[in-house]
Protein backbone atom coordinates (compact mmCIF):
# COMPACT_ATOMS: atom_id res chain seq x y z
CA UNK A 1 0.00 0.00 0.00
CA UNK A 2 1.42 3.52 -0.39
CA UNK A 3 3.39 4.98 1.94
CA UNK A 4 4.42 8.52 2.53
CA UNK A 5 7.61 10.01 4.14
CA UNK A 6 8.15 13.65 4.99
CA UNK A 7 12.45 14.63 5.84
CA UNK A 8 13.88 17.93 5.73
CA UNK A 9 15.66 20.25 8.40
CA UNK A 10 14.35 20.15 11.53
CA UNK A 11 15.30 23.76 12.34
CA UNK A 12 15.05 26.68 10.17
CA UNK A 13 16.09 30.37 11.34
CA UNK A 14 13.57 33.46 11.27
CA UNK A 15 13.08 35.24 7.07
CA UNK A 16 14.73 31.76 5.95
CA UNK A 17 13.18 29.08 3.84
CA UNK A 18 11.39 25.86 5.53
CA UNK A 19 12.02 23.02 2.40
CA UNK A 20 10.15 19.40 2.90
CA UNK A 21 10.05 16.69 0.80
CA UNK A 22 7.50 14.22 1.05
CA UNK A 23 9.18 10.75 -0.54
CA UNK A 24 6.29 8.79 -1.92
CA UNK A 25 6.42 4.52 -2.18
CA UNK A 26 4.26 1.79 -3.19
CA UNK A 27 2.43 3.67 -5.41
CA UNK A 28 2.87 6.47 -8.04
CA UNK A 29 2.97 10.14 -7.60
CA UNK A 30 1.28 10.06 -11.29
CA UNK A 31 -2.12 8.51 -9.83
CA UNK A 32 -5.22 10.04 -10.41
CA UNK A 33 -4.53 11.92 -6.60
CA UNK A 34 -3.94 15.26 -5.19
CA UNK A 35 -0.99 15.17 -2.78
CA UNK A 36 -1.06 17.77 0.22
CA UNK A 37 0.86 19.21 2.84
CA UNK A 38 -1.03 19.71 6.44
CA UNK A 39 0.85 21.25 9.62
CA UNK A 40 -0.63 20.96 13.16
CA UNK A 41 0.92 24.17 15.41
CA UNK A 42 2.46 22.88 19.04
CA UNK A 43 -0.68 22.18 20.78
CA UNK A 44 -3.35 23.23 18.09
CA UNK A 45 -5.45 22.14 15.00
CA UNK A 46 -4.47 21.15 12.14
CA UNK A 47 -4.08 23.61 8.88
CA UNK A 48 -4.02 22.34 5.35
CA UNK A 49 -1.36 24.58 3.60
CA UNK A 50 -1.38 23.48 -0.52
CA UNK A 51 -1.44 20.71 -2.69
CA UNK A 52 -0.30 19.48 -6.39
CA UNK A 53 -1.01 17.09 -9.19
CA UNK A 54 1.53 15.16 -11.00
CA UNK A 55 0.66 17.70 -14.19
CA UNK A 56 2.39 20.50 -11.77
CA UNK A 57 -1.27 21.85 -10.83
CA UNK A 58 -1.20 23.40 -7.58
CA UNK A 59 -3.71 25.39 -5.54
CA UNK A 60 -2.78 26.74 -1.77
CA UNK A 61 -4.66 28.34 1.70
CA UNK A 62 -5.23 31.67 0.62
CA UNK A 63 -3.65 32.77 4.05
CA UNK A 64 0.02 30.97 3.15
CA UNK A 65 -0.24 31.60 -0.95
CA UNK A 66 2.24 34.61 -1.12
CA UNK A 67 4.80 32.16 0.78
CA UNK A 68 4.56 28.65 -0.71
CA UNK A 69 5.50 26.60 -2.89
CA UNK A 70 4.60 23.39 -3.83
CA UNK A 71 6.51 20.91 -6.44
CA UNK A 72 6.57 17.69 -7.97
CA UNK A 73 9.64 15.30 -9.19
CA UNK A 74 7.98 12.39 -11.01
CA UNK A 75 11.52 10.74 -11.66
CA UNK A 76 11.48 10.51 -7.87
CA UNK A 77 8.18 9.80 -7.03
CA UNK A 78 7.86 12.65 -4.42
CA UNK A 79 7.09 16.39 -4.07
CA UNK A 80 8.07 19.31 -1.79
CA UNK A 81 7.38 22.39 0.17
CA UNK A 82 9.05 25.30 0.51
CA UNK A 83 7.99 28.10 2.75
CA UNK A 84 9.57 31.17 2.78
CA UNK A 85 10.30 33.96 5.08
CA UNK A 86 9.59 31.68 8.04
CA UNK A 87 8.72 33.10 11.57
CA UNK A 88 8.21 31.02 14.88
CA UNK A 89 4.50 31.18 14.01
CA UNK A 90 5.38 28.72 11.28
CA UNK A 91 6.99 25.76 13.95
CA UNK A 92 4.74 22.94 13.85
CA UNK A 93 4.83 19.03 12.85
CA UNK A 94 4.51 19.01 9.09
CA UNK A 95 2.10 15.92 7.68
CA UNK A 96 1.78 15.31 3.72
CA UNK A 97 -1.28 13.02 3.05
CA UNK A 98 -2.71 11.92 -0.76
CA UNK A 99 -5.73 13.20 -1.25
CA UNK A 100 -8.52 10.85 -2.98
CA UNK A 101 -12.05 11.42 -4.77
CA UNK A 102 -15.03 9.66 -3.97
CA UNK A 103 -18.38 10.16 -6.28
CA UNK A 104 -21.43 10.30 -4.61
CA UNK A 105 -24.73 11.66 -6.16
CA UNK A 106 -24.29 15.15 -7.27
CA UNK A 107 -20.97 15.38 -5.69
CA UNK A 108 -17.23 14.52 -5.87
CA UNK A 109 -15.86 14.31 -2.24
CA UNK A 110 -12.37 14.79 -1.33
CA UNK A 111 -10.44 13.05 1.23
CA UNK A 112 -6.85 12.59 2.58
CA UNK A 113 -6.51 8.79 3.29
CA UNK A 114 -3.07 8.23 3.65
CA UNK A 115 -0.62 10.49 5.78
CA UNK A 116 2.98 10.33 6.59
CA UNK A 117 3.78 10.12 10.22
CA UNK A 118 4.95 14.08 10.33
CA UNK A 119 8.33 15.95 10.51
CA UNK A 120 8.28 18.43 13.21
CA UNK A 121 9.74 21.78 12.11
CA UNK A 122 11.29 24.52 14.73
CA UNK A 123 11.89 28.04 13.65
CA UNK A 124 15.17 29.43 15.89
CA UNK A 125 17.45 31.59 15.50
CA UNK B 1 -14.45 31.39 3.82
CA UNK B 2 -16.30 28.91 5.36
CA UNK B 3 -15.79 28.06 9.01
CA UNK B 4 -16.17 24.98 11.28
CA UNK B 5 -16.76 24.70 14.89
CA UNK B 6 -16.86 21.72 16.48
CA UNK B 7 -18.87 20.67 19.85
CA UNK B 8 -18.11 19.86 22.60
CA UNK B 9 -14.05 21.09 22.61
CA UNK B 10 -13.44 17.72 25.14
CA UNK B 11 -15.40 15.48 26.67
CA UNK B 12 -14.91 12.82 29.71
CA UNK B 13 -16.34 9.51 28.67
CA UNK B 14 -16.13 5.68 30.35
CA UNK B 15 -15.45 2.23 28.12
CA UNK B 16 -18.80 1.31 26.87
CA UNK B 17 -20.15 4.82 26.52
CA UNK B 18 -21.67 6.18 23.39
CA UNK B 19 -20.25 9.43 22.36
CA UNK B 20 -21.22 11.56 19.66
CA UNK B 21 -19.40 14.55 18.93
CA UNK B 22 -20.60 17.44 16.22
CA UNK B 23 -19.37 19.42 14.01
CA UNK B 24 -20.91 22.69 12.19
CA UNK B 25 -20.23 24.44 9.17
CA UNK B 26 -21.24 27.99 8.53
CA UNK B 27 -22.51 27.25 5.15
CA UNK B 28 -24.25 24.39 3.44
CA UNK B 29 -21.34 21.80 2.54
CA UNK B 30 -24.01 19.14 1.48
CA UNK B 31 -22.21 15.73 1.90
CA UNK B 32 -18.73 17.34 1.61
CA UNK B 33 -17.58 16.32 5.06
CA UNK B 34 -15.16 13.99 6.59
CA UNK B 35 -13.96 12.60 9.99
CA UNK B 36 -10.60 12.28 11.25
CA UNK B 37 -8.83 10.38 14.47
CA UNK B 38 -5.86 11.52 15.99
CA UNK B 39 -3.42 10.15 18.87
CA UNK B 40 -1.17 11.80 20.54
CA UNK B 41 2.54 12.02 18.27
CA UNK B 42 0.94 10.44 15.68
CA UNK B 43 -0.84 11.75 12.22
CA UNK B 44 -4.51 11.86 11.51
CA UNK B 45 -6.41 8.88 10.53
CA UNK B 46 -9.33 8.84 8.13
CA UNK B 47 -12.57 7.22 9.84
CA UNK B 48 -15.66 8.54 7.66
CA UNK B 49 -15.32 10.57 4.01
CA UNK B 50 -18.53 11.86 2.84
CA UNK B 51 -20.56 12.38 5.85
CA UNK B 52 -21.06 8.47 6.33
CA UNK B 53 -18.64 6.60 4.30
CA UNK B 54 -16.77 4.36 6.57
CA UNK B 55 -13.16 4.28 5.67
CA UNK B 56 -12.03 0.59 5.16
CA UNK B 57 -10.10 -1.33 8.37
CA UNK B 58 -12.00 1.47 10.54
CA UNK B 59 -14.43 -0.36 12.92
CA UNK B 60 -18.07 -0.60 12.60
CA UNK B 61 -18.73 1.40 15.72
CA UNK B 62 -17.77 4.26 14.62
CA UNK B 63 -20.49 6.34 11.93
CA UNK B 64 -21.72 9.05 10.51
CA UNK B 65 -24.23 11.57 9.65
CA UNK B 66 -25.70 14.64 8.39
CA UNK B 67 -25.61 16.69 5.82
CA UNK B 68 -25.92 20.59 5.09
CA UNK B 69 -24.42 22.52 8.20
CA UNK B 70 -24.80 19.88 10.69
CA UNK B 71 -22.75 16.27 11.10
CA UNK B 72 -22.06 14.35 13.81
CA UNK B 73 -19.69 11.72 14.67
CA UNK B 74 -20.88 8.63 16.33
CA UNK B 75 -19.00 6.15 18.34
CA UNK B 76 -21.31 3.46 20.02
CA UNK B 77 -19.34 2.09 22.55
CA UNK B 78 -16.19 3.74 23.27
CA UNK B 79 -13.05 1.71 23.55
CA UNK B 80 -9.64 2.28 24.98
CA UNK B 81 -8.21 2.99 22.14
CA UNK B 82 -10.44 5.63 20.79
CA UNK B 83 -8.97 8.04 23.60
CA UNK B 84 -8.06 10.58 21.01
CA UNK B 85 -9.06 13.72 19.49
CA UNK B 86 -11.50 13.73 16.52
CA UNK B 87 -11.51 16.42 13.38
CA UNK B 88 -13.77 17.45 11.11
CA UNK B 89 -12.72 18.56 7.74
CA UNK B 90 -14.85 20.33 5.03
CA UNK B 91 -13.95 19.64 1.49
CA UNK B 92 -16.64 21.46 -0.26
CA UNK B 93 -14.76 24.54 -0.87
CA UNK B 94 -12.36 23.33 -3.07
CA UNK B 95 -9.71 23.67 -4.49
CA UNK B 96 -8.90 23.49 -0.28
CA UNK B 97 -9.54 21.90 3.02
CA UNK B 98 -10.77 23.33 5.71
CA UNK B 99 -10.46 21.33 9.72
CA UNK B 100 -12.31 22.26 12.58
CA UNK B 101 -11.05 23.02 15.92
CA UNK B 102 -11.25 19.56 17.13
CA UNK B 103 -13.24 17.58 20.03
CA UNK B 104 -10.75 15.51 22.49
CA UNK B 105 -11.79 12.40 24.06
CA UNK B 106 -10.68 11.50 27.13
CA UNK B 107 -11.19 8.68 30.31
CA UNK B 108 -13.52 9.68 32.81
Known amino acids: QVQLQESGPGLVKPSGTLSLTCAVS?????????WSWVRQPPGKGLEWIGE???????NYNPSLKSRVTISVDKSKNQFSLKLSSVTAADTAVYYC??????????????????WGKGTTVTVSS | DIQMTQSPSSLSASVGDRVTITCRAS??????LNWYQQKPGKAPKLLIY???SLQSGVPSRFSGSGSGTDFTLTISSLQPEDFATYYC??????????FGPGTKVDIK
Open chain 2, 89 to 98: QQSYSTPGFT
Open chain 2, 50 to 52: AAS
Open chain 1, 26 to 34: GGSISSSNW
Open chain 2, 27 to 32: QSISSY
Open chain 1, 97 to 114: ARVDIVVVPAAMVYYMDV
Open chain 1, 52 to 58: IYHSGST
